[in-house]
């Protein structure tokens, strides 16, 4: 671990001025995975802002009637246990559940969870040489190595990384909305722009600004989404991060389908919204037939290699998996 | 022998309480006045030279004392490995001295060492140390490996090609029934909980303690003794209580070598203590197998042929070997003809070792696979078919088993399990939208012993401290030893403080093969009859004594705390009484350490059965196994609890063994990519089914004085098969490459 001063903000406006000073400073927040990746030599700042004291720790309702707003330092496993999570947005709290420990989801907060860093084992060891998200310009060891874990949607030649995050996947099917603060002033970010794709700066993960500090996260009033189901498909019970992982929700008339919001965990550099495979099962009838074919859709362009070409079809199958259990629910 | 209960009761660990509450202490917890901490820098190519090491930028971060290299470590004076018997002297398996010169053997080598005052500075400097390379192309599998392989005609003086019979002449047989089959299994990797670690200390020029996470205190201290060549007793190590081995402590790595060396270099104590990634290159690991199994049996399912063929990796800088089939099928069914074969493929890979029951857990894997394969073939139930090729004798020495009960371990388990009930047609079971497999498979490993000697200090207090140089892996072995101490002097369990884990006591083996209770228990009733035969000197010249004047030699414990005549046994003496009478307020006894016996009219192995219960969503096709019923004949039962425990803990290891353990490596660089807990997928609670665990038999007296064996690695064995077997029943899809991954089975449904 490289050496590295340390401060505690009290505000956030106080975080937002100390990296205005210091840019290549990081914010600390449950620290799961960045100090992790400190101990490793990958992550390597020089001061730390300790945003655990800002009063960003609650749950509440919107205003505007259903929505709800999660302070950015709610742990995960709060949130997880929250009521307006557990009752209006399940597949939230089985996603969350779905992650890591009870220790670190004691710890893991919101807008770090948005943050968390990917899994890949070239990223995660520096005695690799070779990772454009580690050292840019570097190549991508996952290629040619070994890449089970890897994506298939959305990669690029200079990486192959997934998002490791279950959280993410869930708030990528509600539309959650980022609300970020830095020194030119607050804005939204829905969750769709706000993790990127790979291509030729993996480095370069999100659209978060280096002085931007995650306030909160919104999500909208989706009466549907108390039908909602996460999947996680790993390869053990507990602990372990997903092969593959679907998020869905499904808006029914009877056996019709009005609309659905599906997105996938473990095949992208982001948390993958799987729009195709939703314009599929809008006007459908709710079934197995239609499920395979809104999965077909979603992995029509996917591309597997050496060790991982198998999520393809693991995809599809949890995608019919997660919409029938969805479609059963009463 | 004393008619006691002590043993086979389920009593709680006498350390149970230090466990829980934190106050156990572990070797790298002991605090060293002054100590110093060690980070390694390890090569990230396989095989070359270095060309260079700058260490400066490491040198100057504040609290580094040193930065050690090949060029300028302190050589211990006898830098090769020490050719003693490594039973009685240690074990090295990493023969190669670290930073001994230039060449790299395997990714993960230590090329360097960065030696600081706290553990962060160290951690960062071996970040800033540059290694350049000049890389020579590695041997990284055994098809590259194929000019130096070799078929070791012994490995630890045991034949390991044993051969009976013609078994070609068997295959050649068209009316038989054949099968033959490849099984493989990844890398595997130990992961105890507690990472091995050591802090040498140099007290003096000439004397150095070492605080060692170790399976082995005596076989440290004769390592580094010869190493630095000073007398055995000027070493000592210490080692009270360890978190899990495994086997991954039972040989000195290069870790142990190069405290010590960084504790000379710096002249204060030094700690290293690994990084977990660490473990997955420099502690050793379970080499990948590839094992054709070759079965051909007549009608009725008896076994006239069989065949195993191994082939496995070592290191380059090490010759252990994991011998698949000698000590697993040479002896597990009655067959006309048996041809076991192992061929070893060096490689640029960090050095192998023992992992829980090397050599019978991948065997038996491979075999019970094999012989699930020829019962489906044979149209008979899996069962069924080993009970017909059950061996009364070992089938290549034909003497007899001292004591077996496999027949027991097969109709009990089949029994708790429900067996009967089983359709044998895969995939016809099913709960709701799952599908059920049943698979079972036999159990087997080695029963060993070897030597030891203890020391008993006897107060008139009523107290006892019995004290010798073995371990606890986290077993539950302190307490073992403390209830047949109990039983073996006649001492009350609550009265006796067992000490181990130190090599200042008599002398102990490596706690490895399963060995320690029987090669403990028999040195304990050997030195129980020391104190007992002092007692009765005592007694025979006090003439206020009831045995004033009778032979010694007739002497025996008559009950606990009493020594009395074998023939009348009314007439006798309490310890304390005699001692008393003597003026003695306290009385010792101290064995010396034997030559190990060589009983050649048994053969001593312990035997098993695993039934397993699966289910898979054909969809989704993850395994879970739901239902384990493991029955083991070890002999005598020392303690219910921790025995049941040892075979949970196989058990489970076993389950991961079958579906989710590997460590896999980068073709490019040669290194571990899944080198921590989160990618090396070792079982979690969640995975843990319900585990039935029965004991069948009796004590086994042949083989030793307490008629117990080992339960340490049994339990793992048979597992990954019978899981593989269950597979195969629930989806008729026969997987031969572990782990069992939902991958391998999406083609299923």
Redesign the interface.
């Known amino acids: 671990?490289?050496?590295f001063s340390y401060s505690r903000a009290a505000d956030p406006q106080e975080a937002i001025n100390g990296i205005g000073q210091n840019p290549a400073a990081k914010f600390l927040g449950g620290g799961t995975n960045l100090i992790d990746l400190m101990?490793m030599?990958v992550e390597t700042p020089p001061h730390l802002i300790d945003v655990n004291r800002l009063a960003l720790a609650e749950v509440e309702e919107l205003p505007n009637g259903g929505g709800v707003r999660i302070g950015a330092l709610v742990r995960n496993s709060d949130l997880a246990e929250h009521a307006l999570i557990t009752q209006r947005y399940p597949m939230l709290s089985e996603a969350l559940l779905a992650g890591a420990s009870p220790q670190l989801r004691n710890l893991a907060t919101t807008g770090g969870n948005l943050l968390q860093r990917t899994?890949c084992?070239?990223f995660?060891?520096?005695?690799?040489?070779?990772c454009n998200k580690r050292v840019p310009g570097s190549g991508c060891?996952a290629l040619?190595?070994?890449n089970?874990v890897h994506a298939i949607l959305g990669q690029s030649e200079q990486c192959i990384a997934t998002n490791p995050s279950d959280m993410n996947v869930a708030l990528a099917a509600l539309d959650a909305v980022v609300q970020v603060q830095g020194s030119k002033g607050a804005r939204s970010i829905p969750i769709g722009d706000f993790h990127r794709l790979p291509g030729s700066t993996p480095n370069v993960e999100t659209n978060l600004q280096a002085d931007e500090l995650i306030t909160a996260v919104d999500l909208p009033a989706i009466p549907f989404a108390t039908r909602s189901h996460y999947l996680k498909?790993?390869?053990?019970?507990?602990?372990?991060?997903a092969?593959v992982s679907v998020a869905a929700a499904l808006d029914l008339d009877g056996r019709q389908i009005k609309s659905a919001r599906v997105a996938l965990g473990g095949v992208a550099h982001k948390p993958w919204r799987a729009s195709k495979a939703e314009q599929v099962l809008a006007g459908k009838e709710a079934n197995e037939q239609t499920f395979r074919a809104a999965a077909e859709a979603e992995l029509a362009a996917a591309k597997g290699y050496k060790h991982n070409s198998?999520k393809i079809?693991?995809a599809k199958?949890?995608i019919?998996?997660a919409l029938t259990a969805v479609a059963g629910m009463t | 022998m004393a008619e006691t209960s002590i043993l086979g009761s389920a009593r709680d660990r006498v350390d149970g309480k230090l466990k829980v509450t934190g106050a156990a202490k572990y070797a790298v917890e002991f605090e060293v006045p002054k100590c110093a901490y060690a980070w390694p820098v390890e090569s990230n190519i396989a095989k070359g030279k270095i060309a260079a090491i700058d260490f400066s930028a490491a040198k100057s971060v504040p609290g580094v004392l040193t930065v050690l290299t090949h060029e300028n470590a302190p050589k211990p004076k006898n830098p090769t490995k020490p050719i003693i018997p490594e039973q009685l002297q240690g074990i090295r398996n990493e023969e190669r001295l670290p930073l001994s010169d230039d060449l790299v053997h395997y990714a993960g080598q230590y090329v360097a060492l960065v030696v600081a005052e706290t553990i962060p500075a160290a951690q960062y400097a071996a970040s800033l140390v540059r290694v350049t390379y000049t890389p020579t192309e590695p041997i990284l599998n055994l098809e590259a490996a194929q000019k130096d392989a070799k078929q070791p005609a012994r490995n630890n003086n045991e034949k390991v090609q044993p051969k009976k019979g013609d078994v070609g002449k068997a295959f050649a047989d068209s009316s038989l029934t054949k099968i033959e089959q490849t099984y493989i299994t990844p890398t595997e990797t130990h992961n105890p909980i507690e990472m091995s670690g050591t802090i040498a200390h140099w007290e003096a020029d000439d004397k150095l303690t070492l605080y060692d996470a170790t399976q082995f205190v005596k076989g440290g201290q004769s390592q580094l003794a010869h190493a630095w060549d000073l007398p055995v007793e000027n070493v000592r190590v210490i080692c009270p209580y360890v978190g899990g081995a495994f086997g991954c402590k039972g040989a000195i790595w290069p870790h142990v070598l190069l405290a010590a060396t960084a504790a000379k270099a710096t002249g204060v104590p030094v700690k290293f203590h690994l990084p977990r990634k660490s473990m997955f290159t420099s502690a050793g690991h379970r080499t990948p197998t590839r094992q054709t199994l070759t079965l051909a049996a007549s009608s009725d399912g008896k076994l006239k042929g069989m065949q195993h063929v191994s082939q496995t990796l070592t290191s380059t800088v090490g010759q252990f070997t994991e011998s698949c089939g000698a000590r697993s099928t040479a002896l597990m069914y009655a067959s006309d003809a048996i041809k076991i074969e192992e061929t070893v493929y060096p490689v640029n890979v960090a050095t192998p070792t023992f992992m829980r029951a090397p050599g019978e857990c991948p065997g038996t894997y491979a075999l019970e696979c094999a012989m699930d394969e020829l019962a489906i073939a044979l149209k008979m139930d899996p069962v069924q078919l080993r009970m017909v090729n059950h061996a009364e004798n070992d089938p290549i020495k034909d003497v007899p088993f001292s004591a077996k009960f496999l027949k027991e371990c097969y109709q009990m388990g089949a029994e708790r399990f429900g067996w009967s009930k089983r359709n044998p047609q895969p995939g016809s079971m099913k709960d709701g939208d799952l599908l059920v497999g049943w698979g079972m498979a036999t159990k087997t490993y080695p029963a060993h012993k070897m030597v030891a000697a203890g020391k008993i200090i006897y107060k008139t207090d009523g107290t006892a401290t019995v004290q010798c140089a073995t371990h606890d892996l986290g077993t539950g072995a302190y307490t073992a030893f403390t209830e047949i101490s109990a039983e073996q002097f006649g001492i009350p369990f609550e009265k006796i403080t067992f000490e181990l884990g130190k090599s200042d006591y008599p002398f102990g083996p490596v706690a490895g093969g399963s060995n320690s209770t029987a090669t403990v228990g028999t040195a304990l009733h050997e030195l129980a009859g020391l104190f007992h035969k002092s007692l009765a000197e005592l007694a025979i010249k006090d003439a206020k004594s009831p045995l004033f004047q009778q032979k010694a030699e007739e002497i025996a414990m008559v009950a606990p705390g009493r020594i009395g005549l074998r023939s009348d046994r009314g007439k006798s003496d309490s310890y304390n009484d005699l001692l008393k009478r003597a003026g003695r307020d306290s009385l010792e006894a101290e064995s010396k350490v034997g030559t190990p016996e060589q009983n050649k009219k048994f053969t001593f192995q312990s035997f098993g059965a695993d039934f397993v219960e699966v289910k898979i969503d054909p969809l989704l096709p993850r395994v879970q196994v739901t239902r384990v019923v493991s029955v083991v004949n070890g002999g005598r039962i020392v303690n219910a609890k921790t025995a049941r425990s040892q075979i949970l803990g196989g058990v489970i290891m076993g389950i991961g063994m079958a579906l989710t353990e590997t460590t896999e490596y980068d073709p490019m660089t040669g290194l571990p990519v899944t080198r921590n807990l989160a990618d090396y997928h070792v079982m979690t609670n969640a995975d843990a089914p319900s585990i039935d665990v029965a004991f069948v038999g009796e004590p086994d007296f042949e083989f030793n004085p307490i008629g117990c064996r080992g339960l340490g690695e049994i339990g793992i064995t048979g597992i990954a098969a019978a899981v593989a077997n269950a597979v195969f029943h629930a989806t008729g899809k026969r997987v031969r490459d572990l782990p069992i991954t939902v991958d391998k089975l999406l083609d299923v449904a």
């Open positions: 671990m490289n050496p101990k030599g899994r084992y070239y995660y060891d520096p005695a690799f040489p070779q060891g040619n190595g070994f089970r498909v790993r390869d053990r019970a507990s602990y372990a991060f092969l198998f079809e693991l199958r949890a019919v998996s």
